[in-house]
């Protein structure tokens, strides 16, 4: 089985996805190491293709060094539909993002959060009601299936609220893409904790 897919997608796939590829991908690695890698896939991509094949905006970049990632080899994709159609949790930077996602998949619509919003409904999920964690890919793979439906029945069919985007810090300073950085941690942490390690 393949392993559990998570999406992060923004406008150009150089600033917001790209470090929450990453920040997700440190999580990862400090609760699993080396392992992580054949438990979850993390990708991104961006809705337009402006920066397609271009490296990480360097105020991210240096986000990402700062907390012990690693943005060496990333190179900006534009979202297709097959980048969806493969991943089983979808998380966009705003809620305009998401809708463009439900537009072109409308099958993807149960697996696609604005990144607040998940982290959102995440906090007030009971874990007890899910399959057990483990370094099993299996494992992590229904867990995580599971733990998106269960979130996705938690929203009851309500949009996303407006405090749950991450705003654009393309252009601003690095204390605006540190905040930024700082949301993106306060999800992707306690959903990874969930999926590797069971909290």
Same mark, same amino acid.
């Given at each position: 089985?393949?392993?559990?897919?998570?999406?992060?997608?923004?406008?150009?796939?150089?600033?917001?996805?790209?470090?929450?590829?990453?920040?997700?991908?440190?999580?990862?690695?400090?609760?699993?190491?080396?392992?992580?890698?054949?438990?979850?896939?993390?990708?991104?991509? /961006?809705?337009? /293709?402006?920066?397609?094949?271009?490296?990480?905006?360097?105020?991210?970049?240096?986000?990402?060094?700062?907390?012990?990632?690693? $943005?060496?080899?990333?190179?900006?994709?534009?979202?297709?539909?097959?980048?969806?159609?493969?991943?089983?949790?979808?998380? +966009?930077?705003?809620?305009?993002?998401?809708?463009?996602?439900? /537009?072109?998949?409308?099958?993807?619509?149960?697996? +696609?959060?604005?990144?607040?919003?998940?982290?959102?409904?995440?906090?007030?999920?009971? $874990?007890?009601?899910?399959?057990?964690?483990? +370094?099993? $890919?299996?494992?992590?793979?229904?867990?995580?299936?599971?733990?998106?439906?269960?979130?996705?029945?938690?929203?009851?069919?309500?949009?996303?609220?407006?405090?749950?985007?991450?705003?654009?810090?393309?252009?601003?300073?690095?204390?605006?893409?540190?905040?930024?950085?700082?949301?993106?941690?306060? +999800?992707?942490?306690?959903?990874?904790?969930?999926?590797?390690?069971?909290?």
């Amino acid at each position: 089985m393949a392993p559990f897919s998570v999406l992060h997608v923004c406008m150009g796939n150089i600033c917001r996805s790209p470090m929450a590829e990453r920040l997700t991908l440190v999580a990862a690695g400090e609760l699993a190491g080396p392992a992580a890698t054949g438990l979850l896939y993390v990708h991104s991509v /961006g809705t337009g /293709g402006w920066h397609a094949g271009e490296p990480m905006n360097p105020p991210a970049a240096r986000q990402v060094r700062t907390r012990g990632g690693d $943005p060496v080899g990333f190179a900006a994709r534009r979202l297709r539909g097959e980048h969806l159609d493969g991943s089983d949790l979808i998380l +966009t930077a705003t809620g305009e993002q998401a809708e463009y996602v439900a /537009g072109l998949r409308p099958d993807a619509a149960g697996r +696609t959060f604005v990144l607040g919003e998940f982290g959102r409904l995440l906090a007030r999920l009971e $874990p007890a009601g899910l399959p057990a964690s483990g +370094t099993d $890919p299996d494992a992590v793979y229904a867990r995580g299936v599971a733990l998106v439906a269960a979130v996705d029945a938690a929203r009851e069919g309500r949009p996303s609220l407006p405090g749950d985007d991450l705003d654009d810090p393309w252009g601003r300073s690095d204390a605006y893409f540190a905040r930024v950085a700082d949301e993106i941690d306060a +999800t992707v942490r306690p959903l990874v904790a969930m999926l590797l390690d069971g909290r």
